[in-house]
């Protein structure tokens, strides 16, 4: 059987998403399991986290499995992920060697590498995440690079979960830019579009100005996954009519890829847009949508108190479901049996 990693959603069916759903929600009613008994993740983690380093780490844990924790330029040695590169500057040693070597020591490997922030036609070829599945023997996990399928699988399991069903056609999702002082990585909101389409929502994308469209992968991507599964993709720059009617409101910051690496150009047009902060007005234009975020979030500055505090805001069962959801694709992942990952 070919090598199979957990790179993008992308790559798997719908069946086998469903498939994990399910397992996951087995995994919520009973966390403790030895699908993962005498078996080991490496999880490599270029930026900073809290959600995934506690979730992967204990998921690992609860299903009898040990995660070893890895910071390269910190704990580890710096990595060269450039082909043909003459090593004599920081890094230590090549991705070729930790791959191959790692995969000698580990049953998985996890890679969380954000974008560098200066050059977006570098950063959208994923060069870290596809240099450890290029040389990796063992299957690798997307811990967020430029998407977050992790993100995906517990925000629609929330969905679901609150909607009784996988069965989402015909809900209106609006997935909205929200003003931060940052400009983030797009990551999310990429992965939003993806998974709310391939559930066959009627998806708007609502963002200040045209600038702060996503990329046009994704946007196609997007597009394909409605045409297949029913539902619809808009852009819009219209708060009222975007929100009007909806079922599920997602938020999410990120940085205008125009001026991707010229932040100090893009400060004075997103200053402009702290309207977009999702609050109780806009919530009221909604059919009684659900709120959500991938968390961390900026309180009254992406979104109200009165919105997070709400009894409809989701995102701390988002956020629980991330352990969940993970235990799922470990466990598909080391048994290879991915397509009755739910059985």
Not at 188 to 194: G, I, R, Y
Not at 259 to 272: A, H, L, N, T, V
Not at 291 to 298: A, K, Q, V
Not at 318 to 327: D, Y
């Amino acid at each position: 059987m070919p090598l199979r990693h957990f790179l993008t959603t992308q790559d798997w069916s719908r069946a086998e998403l469903d498939a994990l759903l399910a397992r996951a929600a087995a995994f919520k009613r009973s966390r403790i399991g030895r699908e993962l008994a005498g078996k080991s993740i490496a999880l490599l983690f270029f930026n900073s986290s809290m959600r995934t380093r506690t979730s992967f780490e204990l998921g690992a844990y609860q299903l009898g499995g040990h995660a070893v924790v890895l910071q390269p330029g910190k704990d580890a040695w710096p990595i060269e992920f450039a082909a043909g590169a003459v090593m004599d500057g920081e890094a230590e040693e090549h991705v070729a060697e930790v791959a191959r070597v790692l995969s000698r020591y580990v049953d998985l490997i996890g890679v969380r590498a954000f974008p560098g922030f200066r050059d977006w036609a570098v950063d959208r070829e994923d060069r870290v995440l596809r240099a450890f599945a290029q040389y990796a023997s063992v299957p690798v996990i997307n811990l967020e690079t430029i998407t977050h399928p992790m993100q995906e699988l517990a925000h629609v399991m929330a969905l679901a979960e609150h909607f009784g069903t996988t069965d989402l056609r015909g809900r209106k999702y609006v997935l909205t830019w929200t003003y931060h002082p940052k400009p983030l990585n797009t990551a999310v909101a990429n992965s939003a579009l993806l998974i709310a389409t391939r559930y066959g929502m009627d998806v708007t994308l609502l963002c200040p100005t045209p600038e702060y469209v996503l990329d046009q992968r994704y946007l196609e991507a997007a597009r394909r996954n409605a045409a297949e599964h029913g539902g619809s993709l808009a852009i819009s720059h219209d708060l009222e009519a975007a929100y009007r009617g909806a079922h599920v409101v997602y938020a999410k910051s990120w940085g205008a890829l125009p001026y991707f690496g010229r932040w100090d150009e893009e400060r004075p047009i997103r200053e402009k847009y702290r309207n977009f902060i999702v609050d109780k007005a806009k919530m009221a234009l909604t059919d009684g949508a659900v709120f959500s975020h991938c968390l961390p979030l900026r309180r009254n500055v992406k979104a109200t108190d009165e919105v997070m505090d709400s009894s409809a805001c989701i995102a701390i069962d988002e956020a629980e479901n991330r352990l969940h959801v993970q235990k799922a694709v470990m466990a598909a992942l080391v048994s290879g049996d991915e397509a009755t990952a739910g059985g």
